[in-house]
């Protein structure tokens, strides 16, 4: 059974960074392309960012670009959002996703991915 744990959410000021793991087990973590989206309370669940199973290419919600990064350690089969320069509009539950296909590309719909976490709350004070 494939299992996804979260950690590194928290309050921190505008301005401020946090970083965000997943750590991934129950499957082979290579063969995975990952994301993380994120939920604000009233809102739909929104993609963030993503990243192929090799690793090779990501993809960003224009919202985040230049500011987040997201990384993988398939070495660690865990995956690493990097946020920087964080905005109250960030505050949301962070959700960390598995995509199982085998795709070569990373995928940026709630659709598409077939594991979650049960998210990591980031609630960034003004």
């Known amino acids: 059974q494939v299992q996804l744990a979260e950690s590194g959410g928290g309050l921190v000021q505008a301005g401020g960074s946090l970083r965000l793991s997943c750590v991934v087990s129950?499957?082979?973590?290579?063969?995975?392309?990952m994301g993380w989206f994120r939920q604000a309370p009233g809102k739909e669940r929104e993609f963030v960012v993503a990243i192929s199973r090799s690793g090779g290419t990501t993809g960003y919600a224009d919202s985040v670009k230049g500011r987040f990064t997201i990384s993988r350690d398939n070495a660690k089969n865990t995956v690493y959002l990097q946020m920087n320069s964080l905005k109250p509009e960030d505050t949301a539950v962070y959700y960390c996703?598995?995509?199982?296909?085998?795709?070569?590309?990373?995928?940026?719909?709630?659709?598409?991915?077939?594991?979650w976490g049960q998210g990591t709350q980031v609630t960034v004070s003004s």
């Open positions: 996703a598995a995509d199982v296909s085998w795709s070569t590309y990373y995928h940026t719909s709630v659709s598409e991915y077939d594991y």
């Open positions: 129950g499957c082979t973590f290579s063969r995975c392309g």
